[in-house]
């Protein structure tokens, strides 16, 4: 049966067909989004909320608990962490890839609804969620500044023109203000001329509530018209509020003025956000899980200028962070390694066949291959990204392979005397099966990736199907328009060619001269090269056990983050000026392009003595060093700065996780039993039973520490466009002072008298609390972060952390985990065998269903230890360690190499059938026969790997490992096993003739006898 004939003898429905095809993918291209990773995040989904004033252990107990409490009961959980910082929580909910997330954002708000009966009644803001990763850096920052007007304005038109507007483009999730200035009312009492008049604060807070107010009157209708009574009621400005009567003593009343003053001020003074060192407010947008980068900030930019219109030209607006600038450059880099792997590819089969349709006939496959897996792609809604684009530039290199095979084998016929058309259809019936096997055998080392779980699954499944579909649509065409195309255009050579020609031509007569006598001797001593084959084996397990495994490279996305870090004590004005001086130390290095940084709560659970850094690298092309390179030259510099420190990590396209942490790799302890919550509750109890005497409540000491301390937000005011808030607080430079709470007076219940603050409580600045509180599956948690160090495996620092937490003895309630990338990456290496097992055992199936043997498989498979070795000493060379990534070009080896096998195996077979060859001289007559194709098809399948090798563009960090892989292991197996796959075959066809009982071999030892007289010769 002859699957091509039909092809060859239908020229113009194979041309259409193959026409239908290109079109079809021509039209598709267009329609593929760009993203820099397929589109795999992990549904994730982050409520805050926030209670002004609170402390840490307070949030945790009575807000992040409750809701804990409800969100562990929703199915598909996956991680649940919170942490709680002073006057805010924030939780983050990770659930399973396979959860919808709107689904799960109604059961995370009807969670929120049912704990809402058990959150204190007054918080400020009550809990609310977002469909947002907080561990995902933003994908563009803009920032806003002016020269002229105050920060509390900028802000204002920050929010209302811009940070709303932009919420609601598609795919955007959040949009945080940073350094969030909102203006503000401020009433600043002084408690010692509040404590001369008898007044407390309490007292005054209800009163200044009472003095603003939007509420309802009602209308009046007369006869003739209606009337909507309004009134003014509110209060809008500092100076108005100044005026309000606070109480009367003596028939005289006690205004604000006479004991302190109203203030216009931004709501919360902890704040600050800087681009490039200077004052403003950042916006941070956040794209929602699954949402495409690319098309969600062109949304943004297309609607930018119409935005900034209302913004007065005093406000600059400019963009700090565009995360689609690397990620176009980065995709751009893949496809021009793409075109030049192609025109690598192509020239390597001008050189082997010197010949112009010979050459044209193979090329023609790899644009039809590419434009079918531009059509598969679309189908399947995946996108042109970093591992879609790598798979096609893999693919090139083999994809043309199967039409090498198939025109070379017509090109032999035609040279020995065959006319076109018949050539085409004998060489394409000895070849179709070939052809098939090699192709179906690929495509079977793929169907592991494709039922691989969790992320690393799923994110190779596009690259497993791309590979695949172009790996089908080569077969295609290599079976249908190459041989119809042989048997049209191509013709015998003239017995005179140039020289050029023949130079080339007498360099392969002699490869070929050196691999006969040289396969002569091999097949002689047969016995030694089935021992370097298992040495092969052996050394490749020893060496396997051996490397460095790793996760994911470090990318150079061109985004470093910076996670800065002072003494628990320091307050907000000291970490604001650590942050200039950092950002003096960021602006002097010569490939840092800008940055944005900022402390304080914008929302969720920050403590003031911590500030973030996103810094924005020069374009790779402008600049020698990676980003980690750059942070390894900046640590020195920013490590004069006095009294904090700065973490600096590369941004990655790769997060797992949902934890905003200070390096890449996080390790949690977690433990029920916190001693230190019982030596507290014993102080507080004390301090109950004191205040209880005099009948002070203690939730009025609260209350009136909260109205002193808090920025106690008690009431509001309303324009059209939004609510600004009034602040009631003591003078800002008493609250730095901790005498202030001498000045402090509760109203006692039972006497009516003002009581001194410090009657009732015990003032020790000894003792220290936290600043926040972390919980991991509702158990408080302490989270460990590191980075790795130049030359580190992330898998030499696993063990490590291991080893460390072995040495001191840590007792068994106290538990820890690896989180984040750490975790995916021991969930990837425990499940690394078992893939590259399983890939083996479905090769092994396909063959052997292809070739109705248990033997062949084998003699085919053998061809994979020696690559194996090539690829990880090629890693070794290149210090990079065994990642995932490394473990797909093993993976990819496995289909690429035995494709050797299959050459050899099948044509040794067809000679044993059909001419009743002797085993050894079939297999010595197909390692000659085919000794050309497989130099050639090895040559361009290297050749597709030695750009993404040896390429250092933008985010050439992910494709290196695969190249280094590829070319080594092809290097080495190529020199190997063209002497030791005939040597297996000879091995294994004698435990067959054994298994079967059949002794009658003679032929062996005569053909044996005759390869001496040969090699003799």
Sequence with gaps: MNISEPFIRRPVATTLLMAALAFVGVVAYPFLPVAPLPQVDFPTIQVTATFQGASAETMASSVAAPLERQFAQIPGVTQLTSLSALGATTIVIQFDLNRNIDSAGQDVQAAITVASKTLPQSMTTPPSHKKVNPADSPIILFSLRSDTMPVTAVDDYGDLFLAQQISQVPGVAQVSIFGDTTPSIRIQVDPAKLASTGITLEEIRSTLVASTTNAAKGTINTDKIGFTIAANDQITTAAQFNDVILAYRNGAPIRVRDVGQAVEAPVDRTVAAYQNNKPGIILAVFKQPGANVIDTVDQIKAQLPQLTARIPPAVKVETILDRTTTIRASVNDVQFTLGLTIALVVLVVLLFLRNFWATVIPSITVPLALLGSCAAMYMFNFSLDNLSLMALTIAVGFVVDDAIVVVENIHRHIEDGASPFEAALQGSREIGFTVLSISLSLVAVFIPLLLMGGIIGRMFREFALTVTASIAVSALVSLTLAPMLCSRFMHREPEHHGRVYRVIEAGFNALLSAYKRTLDVVLRHQAITLGVFFATMALTVVMTLQIPKGFFPIQDTGVIQGFAETAQDAPPEQMMRILREFGAVLLRDPDVAGFGSFTGSTGGANTANTGRFFIVLKPRDERELTSSQIIDRLRPQLAKVQGATLFLQPTQDITMGGRIARASFQYTLQDSNVAELNEWSDKLLEKIELAGRLGVSLQMVNDTLNDAFGQRQITQYFTQLKTYWIILEIPPDQQRELTSLDRLYVKSPLTGAAVPLSTLVQVDSNQIGPLSIAHQGQFPAVTLSFNLQPGVALGEAVEAVNQAAREIGMPPSVIGTFQGNAQAFQSSLSSEPALIAAALIVVYIILGILYESFI????????????????????????????????????????????????????????????????????????????????????????????????????????????????GGLALSQLLTLYTTPVVYLYLDRVQVWLRGDKARPEYERERERLRVVAAE
Aim: proline share 5%; aromatic share 4%; hydrophobic share 55%.
């Design 856 to 967: 062949h498989p084998l003699t085919i498979l053998s061809t994979l230890p020696s690559a194996g070795i090539g690829a990880l000493l090629a890693l070794q060379l290149g210090h990079m360690d065994l990642s995932v990534i490394g473990i797909i070009g093993i993976i990819l080896l496995i289909g690429i190499v035995k494709k050797n096998g299959i050459m050899l195996v099948d044509f040794a077979i067809a000679a044993e059938r059909d001419d009743h060859m002797s085993p050894i001289a079939a297999i010595r007559e197909a390692c000659l026969l085919r000794f050309r194709p497989i130099l050639m098809t090895t040559a361009a399948a290297m050749l597709a790997g030695i750009p993404l090798a040896f390429g250092h563009g933008t985010g050439s960090e992910l494709r290196q490992p695969l190249g280094y892989a590829m070319v």
